[in-house]
């Protein structure tokens, strides 16, 4: 059971990251069209402290995955992943990041979670 914490830790890795890097780089704007502005662009992005603390937590998340796949079938972890991925990002987008609960959004939940729950018993 111990070894579910890789797991939960792949998912608050991940989650964190990218809420970081969609909450900086929203404040930065739209990328530019030109190419040197847009390297400039993304050099910017690098430098920003918060979008490279997210980059480490995509590293981390690499990191307790790849523990995780050495105690784990990949068929068993990846849709808990994608699951808690999924449901965790969602909420947070919402409450965070002021994003809408839609029909849409919430019957795709709804299935993606049915869809882990048929997998698991399978």
Known sequence: MAYYSYLVATIAFTIYGQLILKWRIVKYGALPVGGLEK????????????????????????????????????????????????????????????EHLTIAKTAGLLLIVSGIIVIGRG
């Open 39 to 98: 390297i400039s662009f993304l050099l910017k992005l690098l430098l920003d402290p918060y979008i490279f603390s997210g980059l480490a937590a995509a590293f981390l998340s690499s990191m307790f995955w790849m523990a995780a796949m050495t105690k784990f079938d990949f068929s068993h972890a990846y849709p808990l992943i994608v699951g808690g991925l999924t449901l965790t990002s969602t909420l947070l987008a919402i409450f965070l990041l002021q």
